[in-house]
């Protein structure tokens, strides 16, 4: 009893530190500049306005940077279902010749970090035309080793059992998997789709190498160089932030129950 | 006779066609972007390394002068160096913390969503966002620390605009938006843990501290092996944040191997030797992998 006291006592106070920047954050995007460049600074808004919202949404290219984005990320979670499940399944259930091998060297693949990548990548896509458009930022996306890694796991845990009743029944592989299986892996998915969006949602090195023209930027490079043009606007920004945050923390607080048991199977825990 | 035959042998052909060509069509389109955005991408970066490439045109061979090079560059020293003071206190201090966070979670406690969502939700913030969120809350003239230190009689300091101090100031921001991580790997790992074992270990007189350090701790340690690699290969290759908030400045003090390299190969269009230093950093990244699971095994 006494021990769960002294743990309030220790995660309250630290909680509150780690959301106060993100509440204040949010705060900030509902007051006038007036209020934010005064000292110290104010805590609350004293003249609650949305003109912060008004002026990225109106002034900027801010719009298009969120539809980009949006564009980007759908594609990414909309090819990691799609691919990466459809390849998870075939290294967990099916055999076929050269499955070890290319399973290995796709595996081997998680190791290489995108430092190395990065400038074969762009001389491949300088090559392709691909360079300064929204394609440059879309097609690293559509499949990952650690997606297929993730999927094939996860079948991997599944019983055998129901796929076999399926096939009895007459189903094809393709039927068996898109009716049986894929259903099944609803809290594996949640997962792929969670780390997906967050990897692409938020990159910022790849397209800031990829893309140069503004039409084609996306939010994060976007907001990398919209603090240094709109230096003291700050509610411009903090709403050009809140917006920029909100889909990622909702899409964590919808898929949080699903990626912690996640953990367990992929073996990610210990 | 041997019309028959070839239908046989065809047929038994078709049999074992059929489920490779079942298997690879579930496996090609996935198998085909990783190969082509990372196999073979890994494989020229080496390729790449050798040359004195502009970015444009692929250069000259020049065998291992590029690798020759980085010994002698003294601002790559610094930026490893940076690096290297970085991830010797972001990796202890986000794995510690973490530690000390899900062990707190798992005491069955009230109000646990709330906790495990205040600490994974930065994590999900972008560095570009939480630039803009640092550079506000650490200005050195207006910003809320600084008007926070003063109300408490503390000296008002740079934060981010000092040499001295903008490497801390990222490590604080870095564990700020990196412990939900380790926290939330840690509390699976506990809620793994068997509850006799620790019941056991508390009847045979074991005071917490001792139920911890020789019951809980071992148990844990697959996940603090793998919490200790992905932590260091994150740190190591630190970039984002940089470029959201000092740009490598004040004083090249917050300049990573990561950002030199992009300088080196985006800005002044070495791409050869870019990809020597991205290599290089790609085989410590192994070695000390190899290190922690080499000694995590004995």
């Avoid at chain 2, 903008?166 to 990196?178: D, N, Y």
Wanted: hydrophobic residues 55%; aromatic residues 12%; charged residues 10%.
């Amino acid at each position: 009893m006494r021990r769960r006291h002294l743990a309030h006592l220790f995660l309250m106070p630290a909680a509150l530190l780690f959301v106060a920047p993100l509440v204040w954050m949010v705060l900030t995007a509902f007051m006038p500049d007036s209020d934010i460049n005064t000292y110290p600074p104010k805590l609350w808004p004293e003249h609650f306005t949305t003109a912060g919202f008004a002026r990225i949404f109106t002034e900027d290219d801010y719009p298009l940077w969120l539809a980009n984005t949006v564009i980007v990320a759908v594609a990414a979670v909309a090819g990691h279902v799609v691919l990466c499940s459809l390849a998870g399944y075939g290294f967990a259930r099916l055999s076929f010749r050269g499955r070890g091998l290319t399973f290995g060297a796709l595996m081997a693949t998680i190791m290489v970090p995108t430092q190395v990548l990065m400038i074969p990548t762009f001389l491949l896509f300088k090559n392709m035309g691909l360079i300064d458009t929204l394609g440059a930022a879309i097609v690293p996306w559509l499949a990952s080793a650690f997606g297929v890694f993730l999927m094939r796991q996860f079948f991997l845990s599944l019983p055998k059992e129901l796929e076999e009743a399926a096939t009895i029944d007459g189903c094809s592989r393709l039927g068996v998997f898109f009716r049986v299986v894929l259903p099944l892996a609803r809290p594996a998915l949640a997962t792929l789709v969670v780390f997906t969006l967050l990897g692409a949602w938020n990159d910022l090195l790849w397209p800031l190498i990829a893309i140069s023209s503004e039409d084609s930027y996306t939010l994060q490079l976007g907001l990398a160089t919209f603090s240094g043009a709109r230096h003291t606007e700050w509610s411009a920004l903090m709403a050009g932030n809140v917006v920029a945050v909100l889909p990622l923390v909702a899409a964590f607080v919808l898929a949080q129950r699903h990626f912690v048991a996640t953990m367990s199977f992929s073996g990610l825990k210990g | 006779m041997t019309v028959f035959a070839a239908q046989v042998s065809g047929r038994r052909r078709a049999r074992r066609l059929l489920p490779d060509l079942t298997g690879w069509g579930f496996v090609l389109p996935a198998t085909l972007v990783i190969v082509g955005l990372s196999l073979f991408p890994a494989v020229w970066a080496l390729l790449l390394s050798l040359r004195d490439g502009d970015l444009l045109t692929g250069g000259e061979y020049v065998g291992l002068q590029n690798y020759r090079d980085m010994l002698g560059d003294t601002e790559l020293a610094a930026a490893a160096g940076h690096t290297a003071l970085y991830t010797v206190l972001f990796v202890p201090g986000s794995v510690v913390l973490g530690l000390a966070l899900a062990l707190a979670l798992n005491l069955k406690i009230r109000l646990i969503g709330f906790y495990r969502t205040c600490f994974f939700v930065p994590y999900v913030v972008s560095a570009a966002a939480t630039g803009i969120l640092a550079n506000f809350v650490f200005d050195p003239d207006f910003g809320i620390v600084n008007a926070g230190l003063k109300a408490l009689g503390l000296p008002a300091t740079g934060f981010l605009q000092d040499p001295g101090q903008a490497m801390l100031t990222l490590v604080v921001i870095s564990i700020w938006g990196g412990v939900g991580m380790p926290a939330v790997v840690y509390l699976a790992a506990l809620q793994d843990i068997p509850r006799e074992l620790v019941e056991a270990a508390r009847v045979d007189g074991g005071v917490g501290r001792h139920v911890l350090r020789h019951v809980v701790l071992p148990q844990l340690r697959p996940a603090t092996v793998f919490l200790l690699i992905w932590q260091t290969i994150t740190a190591l290759q630190l970039f984002d944040l940089v470029y959201t908030t000092t740009k490598g400045q004040p004083l090249d003090s917050t300049t990573t191997i990561v950002f030199y390299l992009y300088r080196q190969a985006f800005q002044l269009f070495h791409s050869g030797y870019g990809t020597a230093i991205a290599y290089v950093l790609f085989l410590v990244t192994l070695a000390i992998s190899g290190a922690v699971l080499w000694r995590s095994a004995r």
